[in-house]
Each structure stands twice: as C-alpha cells, then as structure tokens.
C-alpha cells in the first residue's frame, strides 16, 4: 500500500493493465467515455485506499504508484453518464475488474450489489447507489517470471494432429490416480497418471475448455448451480481461480504454466477453447462488474434501434464489439499472452462467426480475421473456428481464412445420419471422410483444414448417442427445453439403459462404428474426453450447470474393451500415413503406379457409377486407398508405411457379403478389423481378390492389403 497522501506519478499509458518494474506498478486502463477513472487499493483488512487517475492519453488513464509489490489487489471505480439510452452506465459504487488483470484473488459469486441498476417506481431504471466492492473478488498484481526450464512448443504437423477434447475439472475430479487435494485442478492435469494415460492412448493436443476467469450467473446461482462448462469469460488474461490447487506456495498462474511444461515434455500441445464472443455480464439487465461499468457503449455492440439493448448473436445476452480498435486491441493482446507468456499451442475460437461480423453485422466485416493473419505470434499458432452463431447467416463452414481449420459440422451430422440408416446419406459420407473436399479444396486447403468429430462437449456423449433419442436435460432447471432437440442416431430402438444382451452388443458395435469412422477418416479428428472408455451423462445432452458426476469422468466404470479398441485404431492412423494424407485423393493411379489413389466400390465388387450414388436407399459401400500412392515422409524424415486399406461401411441392420475388388488392386487380404468384435485385432485367415468378405448388419470391416 501507498504511503499515505503519496501522490501517483503519471506513469505510461501502455502497456495496459497493472504492470510490476520492480520498484512500483503502472497502471494503465481504457476508457473512451468515461468522466473519471478511480484506482482503488486494498490492505490485508479490505480497507480501501482511492487514487484518481488524472493523466489521461488517447482515452486511456494512468498512473504509476511507488513502492507497490506482487500480490497488491485492486479493482476501479469509473465515474460517468448512466444513461441506458446513449449506451452509457456506468455507475462508481460499482468496483470493476481490470480487463487486463492477469490473477484475481477468488473466484466471483453472485451478489445482487453486482447489478449497476435498480428499478424505481413506476419501472423506472436507475443507477444502484448499493456499494459492490465487499461481494467482489479483487485483481492481483503479479510477477510474470517463471522457470520453463528449456520449455519447447511440440510444433506437432496438422496432419499428425489428434486432438482431445477434456474438461480440467471433468477429466481428473474421480481420478483415483490423482492425489485427492489436487484433483480438479491444473496440477492434478499435469500428474503422470494423466498425462501418461493421454500419451499411451496416443493423442497429440488436449483441447481445454475454457480456463479464462468466469463470471458469476444469476439464474444457476438462485437454482444452486454454475456455469461447470465456463463459457462466460469476464478476465480474458486470467486463469480461473476454480481450477487451482489450495497449495499456498504456487500461484495459479505458475501452475497454469507447471501444467503447461508437462504436458510438452511428453510431447502433448494445449489447445484453449477460448470465448471472445461474448462476456459473463449477460445482457443489459446483468450484473456489472467489468466492461459494462468501464465502457459499455465501447466494450460491448449495441441494438442500433435501442442502445439500451445489446446485439446478442451468441444466445447469451451479448456480444463483444471487436470493430472498435481498443477492444480488437484487448483480444489480440490476450491471444498473444497466452501464446508468448503461458506458451499454450493454439486457440478453439467459440461461435467464431460473431468475431468477423462487421458494422452491420455482415460476415467478414470486422478486423479480426486480418488482425490474426499478420500477427507475427498468432498467425504460426493453431487457429480453430467454430463457424457458426445464431445471428442471421450464422452458419459460415468452409468460409473462414486459408490459415484457420473449422470444427466441420456436416462431418458430425453426415456420419451420424449415415450410421442411423438414414436414406440418400452415403455419397456425402464418402465426401465427409476423404476429408470434405466439396468445402475446402477450391481455395487451396488440405484435408486438415477440417476438425473432424462425432461428439464434442455441446451435445451428447458417444455413449448417449447410441443409447437416447430425446434429451434428458431436467437437472438444469429449464424443463428440459435447453439442448439438441435429437441426437440424429439409432438407439436400437429401446430409450436409456438397457439389460438386453442384443441391444447393449449393437450399441457397442455402433460406438465402434463412430471411432472407426472418425479415426480413418482424412482431416484432423476430435476425441471428446471419455468416449473412448464409455462415458455416459445419462442422456443430459447440455450439461453446462453439472458440476457433478454427471459431467466428470467415472474412470471406476472405465470400459477396458473400447479404450484398448481406440488406442488400437489411433495406432493404426499413426502408423499409415494413407489415412492422415497431407494432399486430397484424385481418383486416379498417381505416377508410377498402375492403381488409383481412391476407388469406391458397391457390393457385388464392381466400382460405383453416378447412377450408384444416387440411391437413396443404399447404405453399404466399399472404399479403397492406396498406401502406394502416398510420396510423404513420417516427420522424423522415414517412409510411412504403404499398406493399402480396403474398408466396408455396412449401415444396413442386416448382414451383407461384399464382393473385394478385383486382383489389380490386390491379391491377398487380411482383417483387422471388424467392429462386431470388441477387440482389435488380425485375422488369420486370408481373402484372395474377389472373394466375399461377410459383414454384418451396422458394422465396418478393415482389410489390409498383404504384399
């Protein structure tokens, strides 16, 4: 704390935020409309200290303070019109976060004083005179030095990429390999347990849901939940508190960064789910508690009918207004921390469409996609698009940059129509899994510019794909009206458990239908943490509030068959380069091969014809690619294998004997796999070039090519 009366020197109005030299802390924080910016202090006590801040440049206050050290908690006080009408509201009994506050002391819960309003007779809105600082948490002043030891970035090749899809708290709260206390946290991530079983199953990126600080919510606190899933930022450069370990000895800024380190010592890159979209504070009738208290009419987009109202593309009140400079500034300078200071790998960009609307709310109008293209740090990261919003003309798959890859959500729905039995679905599964060439080939992309999945944290698990045809979603207090409204699969036509021994065979095959599928497809596939051991959410397919059992991982039912299954297909994807190709199939024999790089085949053997892809009712198909044809080095600069693949996808209920193509394309074929079977493994027998290969009703059959 300050001596008393110590007068602030004017500091620097960059960088922003509350920046340590060592000697004192410069503070620096943007506000466009405001009529005054107040630092305010806090002792061990909470007793506060308030300093004007009366040096003011290109909108932005400053103020250096002497003698101020690492751990010092503050927030702002910002002073101004409230006046809903113009977009303002600000309101100084509110205390406000420091956008750019790298640690907040706790985590923030929900207290009415956070509202900014209150409403007067005759419903008139007026500013709350209700002091907030006592309800809320307080940003820290931090030391960013920490010892990486060596830390290198995996740099793993997209084409080489299999990303894992987990929730910090989710993947270790049941773990029994965890220490107790560390369980939930970044530390428990970071434990062998974990990352060896991640290593051994084989992926090369865990994508983390967000690990942003999160605000509170008014609705899920008065139902006594949270918002588990933390798509609802308020500090975009702090990690959540929630998520750190109760060790007094290590920040959770350090152990963010000691998690971090362990998992690129194994080889393992950090993908964040990040939400720029949006912020936690709602809609205009939500709390304030950062950006709507510093500068509402800047920091958020406003209905250009009623600036009293927010645009809201995301479905959660909200939406961050990035065509203004200085909040463009905020995000790119937060995308940049967390590359350069906490050296994660790459970025999941949540309803990313809404980050490019532009002033009329057009697709592609805003900075931010040029901004990310000539970054120096960001444009060699992994940039990753979810490509739709729910504003109109929300849905932009294939429509983002050349350097960005895109959650592909036609391969979702086309695999999952094709393996309910759907009609008129096979020549767009064929498109889905030689990587989508219909969406990205034209503009120069590979294969990998799709982020393949059949499942991911917004819908249901794999497990309650092939179990649920309606949501069960009562546990979150909306009457189950929250969520997908199907499930888009084929449930074997009994709803939820199930102790019929034909019933639960057939899922089990259907879950090995859907990773086998998404294994050997081209393109960069997306493992949601648990499938691959059965996790199930009891048919909940929106479980954002389930902080609970629900949500979290049951390592204790853990299904020892599927886990081998699925480490056994990442193996054979890493293995054979043919089926994680870095260039699209032409349909034709490559140069100095006399066999074509990809043939489609019906049953009876004979290659598919434009008339054949046109049946509505066909649901068998046979694929062919050819290892031979692949001129690509492993990254260590060996040969791939060139085994050639002849595979079966057989989406009928009922068995099928399909016909293997003729001898040109091979002689002598052997299985190793058929989903029918709980384990993966070679068959003994050998099938000759045309012979008849049985597959069953809701299978896919494997076959390797034998020289």
């Given amino acids: 704390m300050p001596k008393k009366n110590h007068e602030p020197l004017p500091g620097a109005h960059a960088p922003l935020g509350a920046t340590w030299d060592g000697a004192g802390v410069n503070f620096a924080i943007f506000s466009e409309h405001a009529a005054g910016v107040t630092l305010c202090l806090f002792d061990d006590a909470d007793a506060e200290t308030r300093i004007a801040l009366a ?24 002073a101004g019109a409230y006046d809903p009408a113009a977009g303002h509201r600000f309101n100084p009994a509110k205390l406000l976060l420091d956008p750019y506050a790298r640690l907040l002391d706790r985590e923030p819960e929900w207290n009415e004083a956070m509202l900014g309003y209150r409403v007067g007779a005759r419903g008139a809105i007026r500013p709350s005179n209700v002091d907030s600082a006592a309800s809320m948490p307080k940003c820290v002043v931090t030391d960013p030095s920490f010892d990486w030891d060596a830390d290198r970035n995996p740099r793993t090749p997209w084409a080489d990429t299999i990303i894992y899809e987990a929730h910090v708290k989710g993947m270790t709260a049941l773990h029994p390999e965890v220490p107790a206390e560390l369980r939930g946290t970044y530390a428990g991530l970071a434990t062998p347990a974990v990352i060896g079983y991640l290593a051994s199953l084989g992926v090369t990126a865990i994508e983390l849901l967000p690990v942003h600080q999160t605000g509170p919510e008014r609705m899920l606190h008065h139902a006594g939940l949270s918002n588990y899933w933390g798509y609802n ?25 000691s998690m971090v380190r362990a998992f690129h010592r194994a080889g393992i890159e950090v993908i964040l789910d990040v939400v720029y979209n949006h912020t936690g504070e709602g809609n205009q009738t939500g709390p304030t508690i950062c950006f709507r208290g510093i500068d509402n009419a800047a920091y958020y987009r406003l209905r250009r009918d009623d600036r009293r109202l ?4 995301t479905g959660t009140g909200n939406s961050l207004n990035l065509i203004h400079p200085r909040v463009l500034q905020l995000v790119m300078d937060s995308l940049r921390y967390w590359v350069l200071e906490m050296h994660v790998d790459g970025f999941r960009f949540d309803l990313a469409t809404t980050l490019a609307r532009g002033p ?12 990310i293209a000539q970054d120096p740090v960001l444009a060699k990261v992994k940039l990753i698009a979810e490509p739709w919003d729910i504003g109109e003309g929300g849905y932009r798959v294939a429509q983002f940059p050349v350097n960005w890859k895109e959650w592909n959500g036609k391969f979702r729905d086309s695999v999952r129509d094709f393996w309910r039995g759907a009609s008129y679905t096979m020549g767009e599964f064929a498109s889905r899994i030689t990587g ?50 199907h499930n888009r699969s084929w449930n074997c036509g009994v709803e939820g458990p199930s102790h019929d021994p034909a019933v639960l065979a057939t899922r089990e095959q259907q879950k090995r239908n859907f990773l086998a599928t998404l294994m050997l497809a081209q393109g960069v596939p997306m493992l949601l943490a648990g499938d691959e051991i059965g996790r199930t959410q009891n048919g909940n397919n929106n479980a954002y509030s389930q902080d609970n059992r629900t949500s979290w991982i049951d390592w204790a039912s853990a299904d020892p068959n599927l886990l081998d299954f699925t480490r056994r297909l990442i193996q ?63 990254r260590d600069g060996s040969t791939p294998s060139d085994d050639s693949f002849f595979l079966i996808f057989n989406a009928y209920q009922e068995p099928m004997e399909f016909r293997l193509p003729a001898r040109s394309f091979g002689n002598r074929w052997v299985v190793i796999l058929d989903t029918t079977q709980p384990t993966m493994s070679e068959s003994k027998r050998i099938h000759s070039g045309g012979e008849e290969v049985h597959a069953a009703g809701h299978s896919t059959v494997i076959l390797r090519r034998l020289p």
Wanted: charged share 30%; hydrophobic share 35%; proline share 4%.
């Fill in 55 to 78: 040096d003011r440049i290109e909108h932005v206050w400053h103020a250096y303070i002497e003698g101020l050290h690492p751990g010092q908690r503050y927030g702002y006080r910002v």
């Fill in 233 to 257: 930022t308020v500090g975009f450069f702090a990690p959540a508190i929630r998520f750190a370990s109760p060790r007094e000895e290590i920040s959770p800024i350090a152990e963010f960064k």
């Fill in 310 to 313: 927010t645009e809201d593309f």
């Fill in 360 to 371: 009329q709310g057009e697709f592609g109008g805003s900075a931010f996609l040029a901004a």
């Fill in 436 to 485: 989508s060439s219909d969406l990205y080939q034209a503009d120069s992309r590979a294969p990998q510019a799709s982020i393949n999945f059949v499942s991911a944290h917004d819908g249901f698990t794999l497990a309650d794909l092939v179990s649920y045809n309606e949501k069960h979603n009562e546990a979150n207090g909306e009457d189950n009206h929250d969520g997908e409204s």
């Fill in 572 to 634: 054979l994807r890493r293995r054979h380069r043919v089926f994680r190709r870095r260039g699209w199939f032409t349909g034709r024999p490559p140069k100095g091969a006399r066999v074509k790089d990809l043939a489609w085949f019906r049953p009876d053997g004979a290659e598919m014809t434009a008339e054949d892809w046109g049946v509505g009712y066909a649901k068998t198909l046979g694929m062919f690619v050819n290892g031979r044809a692949i001129r690509e080095r492993n």
